[in-house]
Every structure is written in structure tokens, then in C-alpha cells.
């Protein structure tokens, strides 16, 4: 398969997985079941189920920026942009129309006639009000990070919205307007100042999706209805709705694909259990490649020798991620963790984007991807630093998967194998997880990525610019420069140059230490109707550390 850009989350596959929780089959895929459709478009009255071990935050748009927060709001909230199935470009949703009317306005007409599902309409005043709440909450959970070159949002009328934006001719803009920072809320429903509670939001019936929530007890069970006012781009729904059921477990889920009680399944089973799921024939495992990558924090305030340590030494605590990314043997993770489920990550930007490069595999370890201890010692000693370096190293045991455990064992196993690392290894739950990391509580720390939108730019502003998502500290002001040139060069060839250059910068200075690249993967059951399966309806992608 190829990798193409897709919707809300962008990385558009014949059929994927890694999307949030029923974001997979809520563009209009067939139910199961007796009464599943034939693919002709008649559609199934029958809901369809979809079961996930992802987690939601919020469904505020302002208030999580999650996987499985997003998959539900790409269901229910409608999008000034968005993509048809194969393309890389984005295309008007609600929005009847969407231009650059001068290199630092961009301006959207709406349909006329909107309307959220419990009969208020929708104007452009609730489009201003939408990305004026994200950028006042800037809430540490959200996605206002994405809205940095937003400087302001008009409505001069009920139809027509002018973003005015800092810096002019902004490459990624109209694909920001399809990210987790977009969505459209009912002003009438949600606080302009503060995140709105789930309930408040089910209750108001604030949806103008292609779907609206019936029923919602979060992490348990959404009951999804379909929305038959959806004025948007995408397809009419081809089921009777949406049934998605939570996990708290892994074995539990790959436990009901096999018995039916699912239709369809993903995020997350182990790679184990994908292998023994293809040898079923009762189910339909299918992957492609996709733009998830996992990787390594460093708190560069709290890690050892870093800025606010009583021994702060900004050589010394480089040279300890420079050891570390000696150390490191990725294709070992990739092939005895995942099955070769992933591949390893050399870089930033994932391989099959434009302006993506191998900047560490040059830099470090033998110089061709393996692991070179004595290099890694040398770097250690010339700093000073006495072995075995202390690290404390803090990773998740469930939001990633199952294997986040088998992987991080891995890590420490590879840090500590010369005598180089003593590696304190410890798991939080997700939910603690989220909010001790932005508390500086982690020297060292697990997260991953879903794209928001399919471009390099994805991979390094929400990472590297100044007020970054990852609150790591990380502060390099020819990166930050290199950033904003990028996302205004119209010149191809010259903005993949600059993308690589700050590939080059970032990986010398190490701000994450980038592991995998991950492949997709969905289990089907057997009687899900092959319209499913045929790209006529739109994956949408979250982010992933998300």
C-alpha cells in the first residue's frame, strides 16, 4: 500500500488501525451482522460495533488531544476542511469555500443553512468562537499548540470567517483547519473560558457531525447515531449507527473478534496476538503503513545534569542522550517486540514524507542503524561523567499497547547491557501519566504520535517551536526560526532543504530520541461487508501521544 493523506488525522490506507477509537468504520462503513450491506450503498440498519483498549480525556475539543478523544470528535464535529480518500489535499467541509485572500488572511465561506443537531444554527460566530476558547484555555491537554501562527479570527457575517495569521503564505494552514484544533462547538453550549464537561456536551446535543452520541459513559460504552442534518463532505452512512466498546484489557478484545461480539478491532493488540489472529479464519487482519511513532522525551530542566538539577551541566546532560542514542538497537525492538509490526525510526519525520531524512542513523551508534557501545562510552567520558549513569526512565503500560512493557524492558536492557546506564525503569497509569509529565515529574518519558496532518511540518512545530506540547524545555532559536521559514516557503525544493536541516539541528541536540515507525493494523470480522473495505469512505488518524 501506498501512504497517502486522508481526512482528519490524515494517513489514509486502504483500511488501517492505529485510529482512534471508532473513527475506523464511522465514515460510512456497512454493520455486521445478517442485515450488513452488500456495498452497494443501502447500508445496514443494523449498528456496528467496534471495540478499542484506547482512552478518552475529553471530547471537548479544547480539552484533550488524544487518540481516542479525537476519534470521537471526528465523528460528531464538523470541520471547515477536509480530504477525500486518496488525496493529499484538503478540501472544504462545511465550508462551501476556503482561500488566501492576501498572504496572511485566509478566508472561509460556510454553507448556508447549517445546523448543529439540536436545531441552533451554526454560523460563522461559533467558528471564531471555536478557535478563540482553544487559544484562551490553552488547556496542557489540548491542541492550541497547533493554532501558534493564528493571530486573530473575524466574522463579518453568518457565512464568512477571516483567519488572520502572523506569518504570511502558511503552507499548513488549511490542514490545520482538518486537525484536532479545528473542530466546530456550539457557542450556546460550550464555556468560552473553561473546558466543558462530556455530559454538559451529550446532554446539549452539540453535534453537527455525520454523527451525534445517543448514549455516552466514557471508557465503557458510546452508542453513536446517525446524523441526518450532516450538511458536510463526507458520504451518507451506510449503517444503522455506531456501537463502540472499551477495553480495559487487551486479551478481552482479542477474545470477543474472535467469538463475533465485535465487528471490528484495533489499538491496541499485541503484535502476538495479531500474528494468531491472522491464522483465524473467522476474522480479516489487515495492515498498511501509517505515520505512528514512538519515542523518547528528555526533560531537559529535570533529567540528570539538566537545567534545574543542583549539578546542572548542559554538556554533561547531552552527553547523556548522545550515549543513549549510541546505545539504542531499534530493528531488535522492531523485530523481537512487534514482530516487525514497525520499523525502525531514524529520524523525526517518519520515512514517505517529503523532506523526512535518516539524521541519526548518521550521528549515531555505527553510523548504518546499529547500536556501537564503545562510541558511546567515549562520548561519556569526554563529558566527565562517571558509569554507570543513573536514569530514571518512565513509560506507560497501556495507552501504547500491550507491549509498551515488553518494549521499555527492551530499552533498558539495551542502556544497561555495558555498563554504561543503570536504567530505573517505572509505569503510571495513563490518566496520571498526562498530567505528571507536564509537571516536570519525568527526567526521561515514553510518548508517541498519530499525525494531525500529513506533512513534515506535523513532526517538528508541535515538537520543537518554544511553547512545544512536550513542556520539555527544549528551546533552540535556529530551530524555532528554521520552522517558521519552513511552513512559509512556497518553493518545494527549498522547504524540504530547510525540513531537513531541522531534522539535522534536532538530532544533534537530542530532544527526543525517536525509536519506531509503526505500521497499521485492524482486525475485521468475517461479516463485515467488503464496502468496508473499498475506500469509499474516509479513515481519519489522531495524534498519538497523545
Known sequence: MTLHTSGRGRFGLVIGAALGASALLLAGCSGGGDNASSGDGGGSTDPLIVGTTDKITS?????S???????????????????????????PDIAESAEFTSPTEYTVKLKSGLKFANGHDLTSSDVKFSFDRQVA??????????????????????????????????QVWPQILSSPAAPIVDEEVFSADAVTPDDTIVEGKAFAGQYMIDSYKVNELIS??????????????????????????????????????????????????????????????????????????FNFDTMPYGAKTPDADPA????????????????????DVYKDTYSPLYSYVPQGLAGANEALKDMYGDGSGMPDAAKAKATLEAAGLSTPVTLNLQYNGDHYGPSSGDEYAAVKAQLEKDGLFTVNLAQTEWVQYTKDRKADAYPAYQLGWFPDYSDADNYLTPFFSKDNFLLNHYDNADVQKL??????QTDKTTREQEIGEI????????STLPLLQGKQVAIVGSSVDGAVLDGSFKFRYAPLHK
Open 59 to 63: 471530547i471537548d475539543p479544547a480539552g
Open 137 to 170: 484555555i490553552n488547556d496542557p491537554n489540548g491542541p492550541a499548540s497547533l493554532l501558534g501562527n493564528l493571530d486573530s479570527v473575524a466574522a463579518p457575517d453568518d457565512t464568512t470567517v477571516v483567519f488572520t495569521l502572523k506569518n504570511g503564505n502558511d
Open 316 to 335: 554533561k546532560s547531552l552527553a547523556i542522550r548522545q550515549a543513549a542514542a549510541d546505545l539504542v538497537d531499534r530493528q531488535a525492538i522492531a523485530t
Open 483 to 488: 520552522l517558521v521559514d519552513q511552513a512559509t
Open 503 to 510: 531534522q539535522d539541528k534536532v538530532a544533534a541536540d537530542l
Open 224 to 297: 453513536y447515531k446517525v446524523n441526518d442534518i450532516y450538511q458536510g463532505s463526507l458520504p451518507k452512512a451506510a449503517n444503522g449507527g455506531i456501537s463502540a466498546k472499551y477495553y480495559a484489557d487487551s486479551s478481552n478484545l482479542k477474545l470477543d473478534v474472535q467469538s463475533g461480539a465485535i465487528d471490528v478491532a484495533y489499538r491496541s493488540l499485541s503484535a502476538t496476538d495479531v500474528a494468531d489472529l491472522q491464522k483465524d479464519d473467522a476474522v480479516k487482519v489487515i495492515d498498511g503503513p501509517g505515520g505512528e511513532i514512538r519515542y523518547i522525551v
Open 65 to 91: 488531544y488524544d487518540n481516542g478523544s479525537f476519534a470521537v470528535m471526528t465523528q460528531v464535529y464538523p470541520f471547515l476542511m477536509s480530504s477525500q480518500y486518496g488525496t493529499s489535499e484538503v478540501t
